[in-house]
């Protein structure tokens, strides 16, 4: 009678980490059922509460439109007008704390414990991290950012920069260069390292308190040092409710308007009409790729979509690059981190600003937004990140993001002001994004610039499609974990539940109207949350300091 | 006629096993060879331990228990899936490959509507091993 205990399949000797020792048992507050031939493992009440409140909020926008509309329209303006300050000091501090912990001797931890391995290769995870984090952004704001700074005539230019155009739209030279700069230093600064920051202190708060002190990955571990025992009752399932409140209604309002914009593009390239008929097909579509790589898995399905994704999209990078014009376009990238190095501080300064209308309508706007979705983001990260040491996960989530969304908006940007340089009144660019303001379209304006418009074109439709799948699906994991308590190996019926309804979500409000209010909505909960990752830092050091390094 | 019997088992529902792992111990005893109960876990924290180890530890205890009641030679190999939900299956076919194993005995449940979707597990480790399956009926 031996026992030949053989551990091959545990990927490394762990090594020395610092368990939290608590008495709650993962899944203990769980509801095992049994429903005809699906099985449920929830998380009481965490699962419901979400459900039945997201429904009641459904109903609410669609039963009372004009109220919802005109409240929600009030609240978001008003809080990131009003909370500006608080907003891009936050924003700030999260940047500081990421650059501090690089340096500190804490960057030795590794996630996972002292002698973990890493999940996940390189290229892998980084495509994973990018895919849910950013991508429909990129597609979005890529053209019109850039163009709308330098070209705004309403009066929210960055830093109060100069206008390169008079009162005719025609070009004024001596202006041209200062207002190109700021256009790309003020993009970069949306996209690079505040936002980063903003999901790598998330994302290292969750790892670290799940991988390292064994809590269950659900985002109330992270509070463990801050409330102790008390994350296990009310106080938690508040936390997660308002996460996975925040993570469907932020998916399925973006999947919403990530429709429209799909079919905008596909009226203005094809014909194709554009109508809610056609935007519904869009969402059942793009929700049914995602069911199909939720139910294949985070190797079989959410991370091969995601480097499909990221090829899709370096294809794209390169195609516009060189026929933008190689050269021009890298000493933009050049000029782009000049100018970014440069203007950061002044951009980022939360006080006494003139530029109300930048500051409060872009930056704060942004920071909410990045911030409602960092429970997403953040958890999703951690989930795939597990063998990183801290330094590393923080160069990967924070610098080198940053430096792919910098040349990103050089690229893409860089080609749109080129566009409006040469062509003047002429300019597609300038017509969709400053005559006629049509964000929607302002990417196909750029391509159509370009030479072979037409392949572009449908290639950047098929982008923007991809990239939804890669957040509906990563989305769909991270609530279904959050509503299992923490469980990953919740039943396959849970998380194609989730993911459908997340696109039932957005066609009711497709249908119904609601889609402006209830995203301002989750915009708004970007101010709770503010504080919440405020205490994350707290948490994250208190964690760092009791571990091995 | 076996040189190794292999055990898919879920900690967590031990209640559900009790057939399979009597008909596991008794074809031991019968052939005279080694048991090896295997389970699949996630490196995230779950009920059954904070860390793979954790889970590894109670595996092999659990298999030290068998080894006791059953008179059998046992041992235990754990299995870190990124996504068990979804990758159990081929956790468990790697794991066929890993121990040698020549004969699985594994719990199923009654096959219902939603086998058609999504095969059982023991049908696909049928379909996809080299080894003998036993799917017993709980």
């Not at chain 2, 990124?82 to 081929?90: L, S």
């Amino acid at each position: 009678m031996t026992d030949q205990s053989t551990d091959q399949g545990i990927p490394e000797p762990e090594g020395a980490s610092d368990i939290i020792q608590t008495d709650y048992e993962i899944g203990q507050d769980n509801i095992e059922a049994q429903i005809g031939p699906f099985g449920l493992d929830i998380h009481n009440p965490v699962f419901l509460i979400s459900g039945v409140s997201i429904i009641a909020f459904v109903f609410y926008a669609l039963a009372l439109p004009d109220q919802a509309g005109e409240f929600f329209g009030w609240l978001r303006p008003a809080l990131t007008s009003t909370f500006d300050w608080f907003f891009l000091s936050a924003a700030n501090i999260f940047v500081l704390f990421c650059l501090i912990l690089i340096v500190s001797p804490w960057g030795g931890v590794r996630i996972g414990g002292k002698d973990a391995t890493p999940d996940y290769s390189y290229p892998g995870w980084f495509a994973m991290l990018f895919a849910a984090g950013m991508g429909i952004g990129l597609m979005f704001f890529g053209v019109l950012e850039p163009a709308y700074y330098f070209g705004t005539p309403w009066g929210d230019a960055p830093l109060g920069v100069v206008r390169p155009f008079d009162e005719n739209g025609m070009l004024i030279e001596a202006n041209v260069e200062e207002a190109r700069r700021m256009a790309l230093a003020a993009t970069s600064y949306h996209w690079a390292l505040h936002p980063w920051a903003i999901y790598a202190v998330v994302a290292l708060a969750l790892a670290l308190f799940s991988y390292n002190k064994g809590l269950p990955l659900t985002i109330r571990s992270a509070f463990y040092p801050i409330f102790g025992e008390r994350v296990w009752g009310w106080t938690g399932h508040i936390i997660d409710i308002l996460a996975v409140f925040a993570t469907l209604f932020g998916l399925a309002t973006s999947l919403g308007f990530g429709a429209q914009q799909a079919n905008a593009g596909l009226e203005h390239i094809y014909g194709i009409p554009n109508n809610v008929t056609v935007q519904v097909i869009l969402i059942t579509a793009i929700t049914a790729v995602a069911l199909i790589s939720v139910v294949r898995g985070l190797d079989g399905g959410v991370k091969i979509l995601s480097e499909v994704n990221m090829v899709l999209a370096f294809l794209l990078l390169i195609f516009v690059l060189f026929a933008a014009g190689a050269g021009t376009i890298l000493s933009e990238f050049a000029a782009g981190l000049v100018a970014y190095t440069q203007e950061v501080v002044p951009l980022s300064n939360p006080f006494g600003r003139e530029d109300t209308g930048y500051m409060q309508g872009w930056t704060s706007f942004y920071w909410a937004w990045w911030i409602s979705w960092s429970p997403f983001v953040g958890m999703f990260i951690a989930r795939v990140s597990r063998g990183r040491s801290v330094r590393e996960f923080i160069i990967c989530v924070l610098l080198i993001p940053s430096f792919v969304c910098v040349l990103w908006m050089a690229v893409f940007g860089g080609a749109a002001i080129n566009d409006m340089i040469a062509n003047g009144a002429d300019s597609m660019v300038k017509a969709n994004v400053i005559d006629n303001y049509s964000p929607e379209l302002s990417l196909f304006a750029m391509l159509e610039s370009l030479p072979l418009a037409a392949i572009t074109s449908t290639l950047g439709i098929i982008l923007v499609i991809v990239f939804f799948v890669t957040s509906s699906d990563s989305g769909s994991l991270v609530i279904d974990t959050i509503t299992a308590g923490g469980k990953i190996d919740a039943p396959l019926p849970q998380r194609v539940f989730w993911c459908t309804f997340e696109g039932a979500v957005a066609i009711v409000l497709l249908i119904g109207g609601g889609l402006t209010a209830l995203q301002a909505m989750v915009i708004s909960t970007g101010l709770p949350f503010t504080v919440v990752l405020l205490l994350m830092c707290i948490a994250i050091v208190k964690g760092l300091r009791s571990e091995p390094r | 006629m076996y040189s190794t019997i292999m055990v898919p088992v879920d900690l967590a529902h031990l209640g559900t096993l009790t057939k399979a792992l009597s008909t596991a111990t008794d074809l031991a005893k019968h052939y005279d060879v080694p048991v090896v109960y295997v389970g699949v876990t996630s490196a995230a924290p779950g009920p059954l331990g904070h860390t793979p180890e954790e889970y590894g530890d109670k595996l092999s205890s659990f298999a030290a228990e068998q080894a006791n009641a059953g008179g059998i030679k046992t041992s235990s190999q754990t299995l870190v899936s990124h996504d068990p939900t979804t990758d159990v299956d081929d956790a468990l076919l790697q794991a066929v490959k890993d121990t040698g194993a020549d004969l699985v005995v594994m719990a199923s449940h009654l096959p219902g509507l939603a086998d058609y979707v999504w095969p059982s597990n023991g049908g696909k480790i049928a379909a996809h091993s080299s080894a003998s399956v036993f799917v017993v009926r709980g």
